[in-house]
């Protein structure tokens, strides 16, 4: 095991009824910036509790944070903050208002252009504090750091972190994920899926709590994940979701050992020059990247077979087909295609993206060795 | 599930070579006070290495906290930091000294007499900062607001908990484990797997992810447990004990659950009666606790059976039986005897912590059902 130094602070309310406990959480003498999408959570009433809970505040708000959130419509959203002296946040949505609101708590503390940030240009050295009321568990950013913004102007999607970037406090009820659309609550599964694959499917670090909380949260997404789509109102299914996507990404598991994050960095790509959802992307590259990577993830696949998916018939080779086989067909049953012609991409955007890749000099995972060239071979097997 | 309002902000260093960083860890204006037990750091190093990062502090030291610390101890400990305005507080060893250094830090705030804050008469309103230098995987201590003193005079053993007694760090060094007495590893092991039980072994609450976790906790103890006495200068199998240990108690796995403690509860009387190490108390009263609780437990029990055991054949009965006793050869495998009468504690002592169980009004166990009758009972049992 490596070493670890780190603690996560971030306070976590979770169930039914916990929305009015943000009144406690936010200082009364603040003036809060409600931050939500496309208006999703008017439908469903959250928008109607947050307005409750903070009858005490002066507040404005700011919609229209779009899918992977876009530089441009944070950067009006920082506008407004200025203009109207608000000096706390609050993210109320799921994984794209929460990264949103972490780059602009974050931007509004910087003068220059605020994408110096998301290029290393400049360090995160402040952000006004906010806190998040989730809609929809997939991202784990209500308890980490890390936040993923898009300019759209250049297409480019990139990842940042910072520990000012903490959320105070994030609020969990999985009654407000009753209502999210098939496809939303199977993306959020995926993405929390495969956020524990790129910290578990290494190496053997002989790192035992790692993985076997890894395995934990896996066994808890197929078993729930096959139930959810036919009961999307039972509360303790939801719960359970919403509970392993926050551990999925709050840190926690992946510290004291090497994670992978190939099959992150290939999605964005795919979602950065196609718009396809985040999750999707995960479940094309994924399956590539595993077979790509069999000889040296080996171990850690057959753990997975027979720990998730009880597969222990076979030889090694056979472990290894069969568990990459039944995690695809997982996915599938989610009602998620998993090949790139199912979404209209062909070769063409191959070469850009492994051009991409070639021009940043990036090489992927674990090991180091998925360069531009194992890029490209990875999507061309998952056409 | 039920709902959760909780944070865990302590920091965590961990791994080998960590200790140097409380040098950055305690803000340098500050009085140190190193509090340790009887010695064993001296033979081990660690107090030579804690001196060295402590080279650009004041710092003075109050030596002798003993296993199940004294609140008469402690006291001499607050009147040294009062003559010496000592303002930071470093505990240096077990979960006894962890819990000494938190009793000590509130009491070092409190003007009446500190065992008021034991019996409830006073609220814990605050407490001196403090860090910890684990070097027992054991209570779990260096990550949670909990605390067990004993008053000598009365030969009373009491948990208490704040917010105001959370470390602000704590290093945990798997190679400061290397020399440890085989029955200090061995009770450390088991307090850790019954802090797990407690939480786990009660009954379907339909929390997965907590289940799940404790039963990768439970398996890390069981494989690492069974190797740990033959390598004990096996790293990576110290930080996955060590790991596990932290993780059974710093209150995450029990958020959202009911849980049990009654083998706690009466294991402290033991201790507090005969001084049997707190890790053999649990040994032998948690079969017990399980034998008259396994119509409720039913569940539960056999869930652990399989998950953490392997053991999947019989009837429902035989499986309760198979799983109960498997669990106490461990016990016994790490060299722990699981009887009463191995410790030459008889019939009268039974009477006696009934007899105080009846006149607390104490009535344990996650359903309310354990009364003075039923302790007695279980006791009885065990002997």
Redesign the interface.
């Known amino acids: 095991?490596?070493?670890?130094?780190?603690?996560?602070?971030?306070?976590?309310?979770?169930?039914?009824?916990?929305i009015p406990?943000i009144n406690k959480e936010i200082p009364k003498n603040k003036k809060v910036m409600i931050l939500y999408g496309g208006g999703s959570i008017k439908k469903n009433g959250v928008y109607d509790q947050v307005k409750t809970a903070l009858f005490e505040y002066h507040w404005v708000e700011f919609s229209g944070l779009e899918a992977n959130p876009h530089y441009e419509t944070c950067t009006k959203a920082v506008k407004k903050i200025r203009a109207e002296k608000v000096d706390f946040l609050l993210a109320v949505g799921g994984g794209s208002v929460i990264d949103a609101t972490k780059f602009i708590a974050a931007a509004a503390c910087y003068q220059g252009d605020a994408w110096d940030l998301m290029i290393e240009k400049a360090p995160i050295d402040a952000a006004l504090p906010f806190g998040t009321v989730l809609t929809l568990p997939a991202t784990g950013s209500e308890m980490n750091m890390g936040f993923v913004i898009t300019k759209a102007a250049t297409q480019e999607k990139l990842a940042m972190d910072s520990f000012h970037t903490l959320p105070q406090?994030s609020v969990l009820d999985p009654e407000t994920t009753f209502t999210l659309p098939p496809v939303q609550t199977a993306n959020g599964i995926i993405d929390t899926f495969v956020h524990i694959t790129e910290q578990y499917l290494t190496y053997n670090q002989?790192?035992?709590?790692q993985d076997?909380?890894a395995?934990?949260?896996l066994?808890?997404l197929v078993?729930?994940g096959h139930k959810v789509l036919q009961q999307p109102h039972n509360?303790?299914i939801r719960?359970?979701l919403m509970?392993?996507s926050t551990?999925a990404l709050n840190n926690w598991i992946s510290?004291?050992v090497v994670a992978d994050w190939a099959t992150h960095i290939i999605g964005h790509e795919l979602t950065a020059f196609h718009g396809i959802d985040h999750g999707k992307t995960l479940a094309i590259v994924l399956p590539g990247v595993l077979k790509r990577e069999r000889t040296k993830k080996a171990d850690k696949i057959i753990q997975m077979g027979k720990n998730v998916f009880g597969i222990t018939e076979g030889t090694r080779d056979e472990l290894i087909d069969k568990t990459i086989d039944t995690m695809e067909k997982f996915f599938n049953s989610l009602g998620i295609q998993t090949h790139l012609s199912d979404y209209g991409v062909d070769e063409s955007t191959i070469s850009k993206i492994a051009l991409r890749m070639k021009e940043r000099n990036w090489i992927l995972g674990e090991n180091q060795d998925i360069d531009y060239t194992a890029v490209a071979e990875i999507l061309h097997d998952r056409i």
């Open positions: 095991m490596n070493n670890i130094k780190f603690a996560n602070p971030v306070k976590i309310l979770f169930g039914k009824g916990m406990e406090f002989h790192a035992l709590v076997y909380f395995e934990a949260l066994k808890v078993e729930e509360y303790d719960a359970n509970w392993a551990w510290q004291g």
